[in-house]
């Protein structure tokens, strides 16, 4: 057997590999790791075999169903207060059609073929209240064959220096971080009714998941198909895409409208219940995504909103089509909202516009029928920024705009009434969170929040994922690169399988909310030293000069990792 140890930022790829990678992709036997409290410490152990195995990371009983093999089992021993949480971690397919690891698997064994690595993911989690310190601890590889005793393959050992200093809590998370949600496709993955009681208890867990990372913006949808199902009609094999909206509308015999708001309070008071109140992104009033099949329905109004709703008269399901209808529907919607209390966190998003002079005829328009409403656009079109959009209260520019656009952004910050965040999706190349980007550029999207001193990040995708994601997530690869879509997977209890791009997304943020701590304690020139050392361009104009991330930023985690050795000098050793 062949046993080692990696960095959290591992990336194992299965396609073309040396020959002997299993031996020297195992070779390391030691590592150490620092964290600080309300934090956790991760890295991943590697397993491999000239021959074919099991590996489980439990304790029940196990054997092959298909006769006699070897089992080896992983334990992972440590006196420290941590709490362990171990989990394999699955493959998926790149669009270059290799294997890359991404996937925290729920299940506790998996079989594995001789001369592959199997890759572990081990994470240690301190908690507030630890104290200070370092600890120890040690992972074994135990092996057996049917009803043999287990022998002791290898021991490997861990280190963690836990800080002084304590993370706030995620909800209390100063970095504006904005994934926007797609919930009909979890109803769609566990083929439940939409908004039923079975689809709120998995959207109960996978807002607990969005919470942990410090989500602030809840994702509702008010009307039918905003981006209508993303074109997915022009693809070879179209994915269901839809997204549906949360509004229940009725018409009476009497010509008379009533709004059942009943599931979009509850999915609004579920993401209280975990932390996340800081907005209400509304999606399908502004904006909406039209082409030659899914077009405007409502005559005389600048906008594709689709509203259906049950016509008791005939007992059949409609569209509304004339204006006034649309109106009042948009106005009990703010009326609702108001009542609610919860008007000031609402803001109306605008997805991509592209047309500038029709944009803002369009929020004119909802400005009069709504006028409480706030409005929020992710801007992929350099002249919105440069004409300033009338009636915008936060700003996203994609991450190429923010850079080629710096000067003008700089002159409008003290304009802008809301937050600035930066967004990344299809594009740019780097950095991104795709399958296929360097492991490091998920933890770097929060170092540029910082380095450019904007709010925090926005990115489309949390679970868009195309219609069989456990078994391929290449989709529409021209456009989406793999990893595009999504940050988590459908996983088989229920619960979200979360991946390594979400963890290391998660350092970033932890590192950000770590520096703001630092800089409250009078070490913000520390900070900047380590940003200096991290960054390689000098001005944001600069970012996308090179051709590769390489050339901007570091790819070592341990230049990141520098920051927690800061004031290092008052560790002290704890007995582990």
């Not at 934090?39 to 074919?52: G, H, I, L, N, P």
């Not at 899914?294 to 016509?311: A, K, M, N």
């Amino acid at each position: 057997m062949y046993f080692g140890l990696q960095s959290m930022f591992y990336k194992y790829v299965r396609g073309l590999n040396d020959w002997n990678h299993h031996k020297t992709e195992t070779g390391q036997k030691q590592i150490e790791l620092t964290c600080a409290r309300r934090d956790s410490a991760a890295f991943q152990a590697v397993v491999s075999s000239e021959e074919d195995f099991l590996l489980t990371i439990r304790e029940e009983p196990l054997f092959w169903k298909g006769g006699p093999l070897e089992i080896a089992r992983l334990s992972v021993e440590t006196d420290a207060p941590f709490r362990v949480n171990v989990h394999l971690i699955g493959l998926i397919e790149d669009d270059d059609r290799s294997l890359k690891s991404d996937i925290l698997l729920q299940q506790s064994h998996i079989y594995v073929e001789r001369r592959r690595i199997q890759p572990v993911w081990i994470e240690l989690e301190a908690e507030s209240e630890i104290p200070a310190g370092t600890y120890s601890g040690k992972l074994k590889l135990w092996t057996h064959t049917l009803f043999d005793d287990e022998k002791l393959e290898e021991e490997l050992v861990f280190t963690v220096h836990v800080r002084e200093e304590v993370l706030p809590e995620p909800k209390y998370y100063k970095f504006y971080l904005d994934l926007w949600q797609h919930n009909s496709n979890i109803a769609r993955k566990y083929e439940v009714p939409l908004w039923s009681e079975e689809h709120f208890l998995f959207i109960d867990a996978y807002l607990k998941s969005l919470a942990d990372l410090g989500q602030k913006a809840l994702s509702v949808v008010v009307s039918e198909i905003p981006w209508s199902g993303q074109g997915s009609y022009l693809d070879r094999e179209p994915s269901d895409l839809f997204e549906y909206s949360m509004v229940h509308v009725r018409r009476h015999p009497d010509g008379s409208y009533s709004y059942d708001f009943a599931a979009l309070d509850r999915y609004v008071e579920t993401g209280f219940k975990h932390g996340i109140s800081s907005e209400i992104e509304v999606f399908g009033l502004l904006n909406i995504w039209q082409n030659s099949v899914y077009g405007s329905i409502v005559e005389g109004y600048p906008d594709g909103i689709r509203v259906r709703y049950y016509d008791e008269q005939s007992g059949s399901y409609r569209y509304i089509r004339e204006r006034p209808h649309l109106e009042a529907y948009i106005r009990a919607l703010e009326s609702h909202l108001t009542e609610k209390g919860w008007i000031d966190k609402v803001r109306i998003l605008a997805d991509e516009p592209a047309d500038y002079e029709l944009f803002s005829e369009r929020i004119n328009t909802l400005q009069q029928i709504a006028p409480s409403f706030k409005y929020k656009a992710a801007i992929n079109h350099a002249n919105f920024i440069q004409k300033k959009v009338k009636g915008l209260h936060d700003y996203v520019p994609i991450l190429t705009c923010a850079a080629n656009e710096a000067e003008q952004i700089e002159s409008l910050r003290g304009e802008i009434p809301g937050r600035l965040l930066f967004y990344v999706c299809c594009h740019p190349k780097y950095p991104n969170t795709f399958l296929g980007s360097p492991s490091i550029e998920a933890r770097v999207i929060p170092w540029l929040a910082e380095k450019l001193k904007y709010d925090g990040f926005l990115r489309w995708n949390y679970t868009v994922w195309p219609d069989r994601p456990l078994e391929n997530i290449v989709y529409r690869p021209s456009v989406w690169p793999a990893g595009d879509t999504n940050f988590v997977y459908p996983g088989p209890s229920g619960k979200p399988m979360l991946s390594l791009r979400y963890k290391w997304l998660q350092r970033g943020i932890r590192d950000f909310e770590y520096m703001q701590l630092l800089k409250e304690t009078g070490r913000g020139h520390e900070v900047e030293k380590v940003l200096n050392h991290v960054f390689l361009f000098a001005d944001i104009k600069d970012l996308y000069v090179g051709e590769s991330g390489a050339e901007l930023y570091s790819q070592d985690p341990g230049d990141y990792d520098r920051l927690y050795r800061i004031g290092s000098g008052s560790l002290t050793k704890k007995n582990g």
